[in-house]
């Protein structure tokens, strides 16, 4: 009711007024009171209309920094409003709407303005900083603003300007680096590229043999045969590594696949497979991200390109849980055959996965698994090769990652 009342304490003190001054000149005959009750009803009036009639908008431009918003972490907002009345305004208050995905205090006080017929009032820019709270694109705005008239009596709340997108991505936490015998190239990328003859065809894939790099997979093909397949344009030695996001529905709960956000344990994963990811990156490895069915979840990331690793989390910021098909596997097929390091984040497990696990763990250079959220036997998993750890839903992943790899290094593979 309170925002609904136009008046303010002020303003509503000179209506009571008036109205006791009417009637009491009405009852005692004085027409200097009813004079008076006169004139603060058209002070009113004159201040509604102020507020009302002359006050226009030209835009409201928001700017963040960083441009895309991550979770657990700081954004500043500014906002440059582009303002003008006829009739300078009284200060005031203004709120920015603040989405489900950033937390904040988006208050301030509001200038007070000038009148616009003059030359040189120029935006009114408002700053304010925030947190990344849920994962997401989300609809920042309108700005609101509560001012009054240059009288202080009436009061009113409005909106300007519309919303604007913001891109909150999963939180990249700083892991520790690898081990130093994670693989032949020890993260060094060294490429030679040895073209093919004329007149080969750049976009036949053909099968996988020893000493190709993962980076030249071709994933498309990979899943259509059931086996690793390479691009054969060129060969290189560069180390590649592999991240893994098992998105099936079934090591999660159903609400991981409704909206970014809706369970905690698939953010937890997704924050550890962009982690995972910018880790190998700045180790010097060129990165591909699939899912589970072999799907590439993005374009590869090139070894030393941190911005793109940045930019890979931005576009993780949508990714959800899928349906799992009848032939549900925790790893592609080909991933048996990946020699540099190999990185699984994955739910809860079942016992005939460890079979699949034991082939992945054979080949590579550096095959880790994190599990969240699930009950896994990680001594099975450490004897099988891997190194194993398990974390809860909002768990920390840099010490998961620790604990992966402090335990059972000897099964590191140079």
Do not use: K
Not at 311 to 320: E, G
Request: with cysteine; glycine share 10%; hydrophobic share 45%.
């Amino acid at each position: 009711m309170r925002r609904l009342w136009p008046l303010t304490l002020r303003g509503t003190g000179a209506l009571v007024l008036a109205v006791t001054a009417y009637v009491v000149a009405q009852r005692a005959g004085i027409p200097e009171l009813l004079y008076f009750a006169v004139l603060l009803a058209v002070l009113l009036v004159a201040a509604a209309a102020a507020l009302l009639l002359v006050r226009r908008t030209d835009d409201v431009a928001r700017t963040l920094r960083p441009e895309t918003a991550e979770v657990d972490r700081l954004v500043t907002v500014e906002l440059r409003v582009g303002l003008r009345t006829a009739l300078p305004t009284a200060p005031g208050r203004w709120t920015d709407t603040l989405p489900v995905g950033l937390r904040g205090h988006a208050v301030g006080d509001f200038p007070a303005t000038g009148s616009g017929l003059r030359s040189g009032s120029g935006p009114i820019t408002l700053r304010y900083e925030a947190v990344g709270a849920r994962r997401g694109v989300h609809a920042l705005g309108p700005l609101q603003v509560a001012t009054t008239d240059p009288f202080g009596l009436v009061r009113r709340r409005f909106g300007l300007g519309g919303t604007t997108a913001v891109t909150v991505a999963p939180r990249i936490v700083d892991l520790a680096p690898l081990p130093p015998a994670s693989g032949e190239a020890g993260g060094t990328r060294q490429t030679a590229a040895l073209q093919l003859g004329q007149g080969a065809d750049n976009l036949v894939a053909r099968p996988y043999a020893p000493g190709d790099s993962m980076r030249r997979i071709h994933w498309r093909a990979t899943a259509h045969r059931d086996m690793l397949m390479v691009r054969q344009e060129e060969q290189e030695s560069s180390p590649a590594a592999t991240v893994i996001l098992d998105r099936g529905v079934r090591r999660w709960s159903p609400d991981a696949a409704t909206a970014p956000g809706a369970d905690e344990a698939f953010e937890t994963a997704v924050s550890a497979c962009v982690s995972a990811v910018a880790r190998l990156v700045h180790e010097g490895y060129t990165v591909d991200v699939v899912d589970s069915d072999g799907t590439l979840l993005a374009d590869p990331v090139e070894g030393g390109e941190e911005s793109e690793a940045r930019a890979l989390a931005a576009a993780f910021a949508t990714v959800v849980a899928r349906d799992d098909g009848p032939g549900h596997r925790l790893v592609p097929a080909a991933a048996s055959a990946l020699l540099g390091p190999v990185v699984v984040v994955t739910g809860a497990l079942q016992q005939d996965d460890l079979i699949a696990l034991g082939g992945v763990a054979q080949h590579s250079a550096l095959p880790v698994l994190l599990s969240v959220g699930g009950s896994v036997d990680v001594e099975g998993l450490r004897r099988a090769g891997w190194h194993a750890a398990t974390l809860p839903p909002a768990g920390d992943v840099a010490a998961a990652w620790d604990a992966a790899l402090d335990r059972g290094l000897a099964h590191v593979r140079g």
